[in-house]
């Protein structure tokens, strides 16, 4: 997905993906089968964790970052390319996913 795709497409958390905060960070731990696969644990801050929550399949990633802008008193341009990049990350990862896949499958 490009970045356009990214800030208009509404996006899912995988089901097979499950958050926990530890110290003040959310990890997010790809799950298969009922049994974690720790290939890799991914580590979200404050900011990537409100992102990763507001995830629901109707907000697209524009929504997200002037939701961000908001909440963490920031310029809405930075916060697109923060919240494109981080989006990026967690598709990469395979722990979101388009919402019209979801409804697909």
């Known amino acids: 997905m490009d970045d356009v ?3 208009t ?3 899912l958390p995988s089901p097979d993906v499950v958050s926990r905060r530890v110290a003040g960070e959310y990890l997010l731990v790809p799950v ?3 049994a ?3 290939d890799y644990i991914f580590t979200a801050n404050e900011i990537g964790s409100a ?3 507001l995830l629901d399949g109707e907000r697209d990633g524009r ?3 002037r939701e961000l802008s908001h ?3 920031v310029d809405e341009e930075r916060a697109r390319k923060d919240v494109a990049e981080f989006l990026r990350a967690l598709c990469e990862a395979g722990l979101a996913r388009p919402a019209r896949a979801a409804e697909a499958s």
């Open 5 to 7: 795709d990214l800030l």
């Open 9 to 11: 497409e509404p996006l």
């Open 32 to 34: 298969r089968s009922g």
């Open 36 to 38: 974690a696969q720790m």
């Open 51 to 53: 992102i990763f929550h």
């Open 63 to 65: 929504a997200i970052a």
């Open 71 to 73: 909440d963490f008193e």
